[in-house]
């Protein structure tokens, strides 16, 4: 008898979920649980490892005594994570040596100016791992753990450690210590993995001190976990896919050749540009990185990776400090309700300008204002900022990669705003397509998993429960398209700061 589900585990920053999704790629049911954020010191985020198994694994849990599901029930699960975040634990206890680093964490910059401050170096580890070398990634908070906690450098030496990301940290828990692997998309942004030659790379393991010993094994992004050991969940399913939430995101969004991209409109906007067999080295400062791939694909499949910082975060700053909309909802009819902006450009650089910009020192500005200036003009404008950047990235994007944009795959909460994704389709001249179940990282998860067992045949079946996806097509004329983007550059230009210029 075939089996009813897959289940997708979802680690996220603030929460863990736990979803079950059947063969039509529908989302039946969702478990969520926060679990606390450890903010030791200023510029420090830390994750308690166990907090993150807790909520994980009791959203597992839930989600199978609710629903009276049994191994005979579950075809396989599938696992994507927050990416970067730090996990060294002891192989003979399974109990962590600290907290976790998360990769919003700051603490170890200077680690990374340290060892990473000379040009020749920065480029070598660009060249290696597709990275800008940066606090972000997971090889100096290894360092950072290895020197800080006692004891921990010589227990490391001696081969007792194990390191993981998020996903690594699971999967030994889940199988009860059976498997101590990665996938290549998490092992991508650690700043340890060569994505070329698909291997850790030694002379980085030798830069920030890491051994060898205490590295995952890594394996395709759909491929054999092991099988559910832990007590205290469902024993017996396989475990068939990982990825981290981004290329997740991607695969979910059925982002499968080179062109396709995917944005998640979230606090920021995430955009992931399918490259296929060619890791493209940016000359924008946009990030090279591996993409999950189905099982059987030839070689490795690469994506090239951006981020705007204020997109979510903008809207709910109109609500909360501006007090312009009582729900960032209504920003869609308060946008249709005047015929353009009236000239007014908002630049969100609340925290400076990221890809292709990159003006740290940058803040956000308001242009344009008049006499006539109501705040439907304030509200568009902000809303067209984000489509503004989102654009520019895209266009950087196309240049490294030297492909067009041939769809635009979206999701996250700014998605469901209707002006936004029509002016976003008009701005980039691409079809923008928005499935009806916008929980594209779990579905990534899942349809790895599925894909890898069997469940779903292939990724054309998959593409194919999207039929129902909302499509926005381009349609503003050259004369306004041309003026619009004129007029944004100019704005953006006068936001900058005389170094960046």
Same mark, same amino acid.
């Given at each position: 008898?075939?089996?009813? *589900?897959?289940?997708?585990?979802?680690?996220?920053?603030?929460?863990?979920?736990?979803?079950?999704?059947?063969?039509?790629?529908?989302?039946?049911?969702?478990?969520?649980?926060?679990?606390?954020?450890?903010?030791?010191?200023?510029?420090?985020?830390?994750?308690?490892?166990?907090?993150?198994?807790?909520?994980?694994?009791?959203?597992?849990?839930?989600?199978?005594?609710?629903?009276?599901?049994?191994?005979?029930?579950?075809?396989?699960?599938?696992?994507?994570?927050?990416?970067?975040?730090?996990?060294?634990?002891?192989?003979?206890?399974?109990?962590?040596?600290?907290?976790?680093?998360?990769?919003?964490?700051?603490?170890?910059?200077?680690?990374?100016?340290?060892?990473?401050?000379?040009?020749?170096?920065?480029?070598?580890?660009?060249?290696?791992?597709?990275?800008?070398?940066?606090?972000?990634?997971?090889?100096?908070?290894?360092?950072?753990?290895?020197?800080?906690?006692?004891?921990?450098?010589?227990?490391?030496?001696?081969?007792?450690?194990?390191?993981?990301?998020?996903?690594?940290?699971?999967?030994?828990?889940?199988?009860?210590?059976?498997?101590?692997?990665?996938?290549?998309?998490?092992?991508?942004?650690?700043?340890?993995?060569?994505?070329?030659?698909?291997?850790?790379?030694?002379?980085?393991?030798?830069?920030?001190?890491?051994?060898?010993?205490?590295?995952?094994?890594?394996?395709?992004?759909?491929?054999?976990?092991?099988?559910?050991?832990?007590?205290?969940?469902?024993?017996?399913?396989?475990?068939?896919?990982?990825?981290?939430?981004?290329?997740?995101?991607?695969?979910?969004?059925?982002?499968?050749?080179?062109?396709?991209?995917?944005?998640? *409109?979230?606090? /920021?906007?995430?955009?992931?540009?399918?490259?296929?067999?060619?890791?493209?080295?940016?000359?924008?400062?946009?990030?090279?990185?591996?993409?999950?791939?189905?099982?059987?694909?030839?070689?490795?499949?690469?994506?090239?990776?951006?981020?705007?910082?204020?997109?979510?975060?903008?809207?709910?700053?109109?609500?909360?400090?501006?007090?312009?909309?009582?729900?960032?909802?209504? &920003?869609?009819?308060?946008?249709?309700?005047?015929?353009?902006?009236?000239?007014?450009?908002?630049?969100?650089?609340?925290?400076?300008? /990221?890809?292709?910009?990159?003006?740290?020192?940058?803040?956000?500005?308001? *242009?344009?204002?008049?006499?006539?200036?109501?705040?439907?003009?304030?509200?568009?404008?902000?809303?067209?900022?984000?489509? *503004?950047?989102?654009?520019?990235?895209?266009?950087?994007?196309?240049?490294?990669?030297?492909?067009?944009?041939?769809?635009?795959?979206?999701?996250?909460?700014?998605?469901?705003?209707?002006?936004?994704?029509?002016?976003?389709?008009?701005?980039?001249?691409?079809?923008?397509?928005?499935?009806?179940?916008?929980?594209?990282?779990?579905?990534?998860?899942?349809?790895?998993?599925?894909?890898?067992?069997?469940?779903?045949?292939?990724?054309?079946?998959?593409?194919?429960?999207?039929?129902?996806? &909302?499509?926005?097509?381009?349609?503003?004329?050259?004369?306004?398209?041309?003026?619009?983007?004129?007029?944004?550059?100019?704005?953006?230009?006068?936001?900058?700061?005389?170094?960046?210029?």
């Amino acid at each position: 008898m075939r089996k009813a *589900y897959v289940i997708a585990l979802d680690q996220g920053t603030t929460s863990s979920r736990a979803m079950l999704v059947d063969a039509l790629g529908r989302v039946v049911d969702t478990v969520q649980n926060p679990f606390p954020q450890l903010y030791p010191q200023p510029g420090w985020v830390e994750h308690d490892p166990l907090d993150i198994l807790s909520s994980q694994l009791g959203a597992l849990a839930e989600l199978t005594v609710s629903h009276g599901l049994g191994p005979g029930d579950i075809d396989s699960i599938g696992i994507t994570n927050q990416r970067e975040t730090t996990v060294v634990w002891n192989r003979e206890t399974g109990r962590p040596v600290g907290n976790a680093i998360v990769w919003q964490c700051r603490r170890t910059a200077p680690i990374v100016e340290e060892l990473c401050g000379d040009a020749a170096v920065a480029r070598r580890i660009a060249d290696t791992t597709g990275l800008v070398p940066d606090a972000y990634f997971s090889a100096s908070k290894i360092k950072w753990l290895l020197d800080h906690v006692p004891g921990a450098r010589v227990d490391a030496e001696a081969g007792k450690l194990a390191f993981g990301t998020v996903d690594s940290w699971l999967v030994w828990s889940l199988t009860n210590g059976q498997v101590h692997a990665t996938d290549v998309t998490n092992a991508s942004r650690t700043m340890l993995y060569d994505i070329h030659e698909m291997r850790w790379d030694p002379w980085l393991l030798d830069l920030f001190g890491v051994p060898a010993s205490m590295l995952p094994d890594v394996r395709p992004s759909s491929a054999d976990y092991g099988v559910t050991a832990n007590p205290g969940v469902v024993s017996g399913v396989p475990i068939r896919g990982v990825a981290g939430d981004q290329q997740a995101a991607l695969f979910g969004q059925c982002c499968f050749e080179a062109g396709q991209a995917k944005n998640t *409109y979230g606090t /920021g906007c995430f955009l992931l540009m399918h490259t296929g067999a060619d890791a493209c080295r940016s000359t924008h400062n946009l990030v090279t990185t591996i993409a999950a791939s189905a099982p059987g694909a030839e070689g490795s499949e690469y994506a090239l990776e951006g981020s705007v910082f204020m997109a979510g975060a903008l809207l709910q700053w109109l609500r909360d400090e501006l007090g312009l909309v009582d729900d960032v909802a209504d &920003t869609c009819a308060i946008a249709r309700s005047v015929p353009d902006t009236g000239g007014v450009y908002v630049v969100p650089a609340f925290t400076g300008l /990221g890809a292709p910009y990159w003006d740290a020192e940058a803040r956000g500005a308001i *242009y344009g204002l008049t006499r006539g200036t109501n705040r439907a003009h304030v509200v568009r404008a902000a809303l067209e900022s984000l489509a *503004y950047q989102v654009h520019d990235l895209a266009v950087a994007m196309e240049a490294d990669a030297g492909l067009p944009l041939k769809v635009l795959k979206v999701d996250g909460g700014a998605s469901a705003n209707d002006f936004l994704m029509q002016f976003q389709s008009d701005l980039l001249r691409t079809p923008l397509h928005r499935p009806q179940n916008t929980e594209t990282t779990a579905l990534g998860a899942a349809y790895l998993a599925g894909l890898g067992t069997g469940f779903w045949k292939d990724t054309g079946r998959l593409s194919d429960l999207r039929s129902s996806d &909302t499509v926005y097509e381009p349609g503003m004329e050259d004369a306004r398209h041309a003026r619009l983007l004129e007029g944004w550059a100019e704005a953006v230009k006068r936001t900058m700061t005389t170094a960046a210029t």
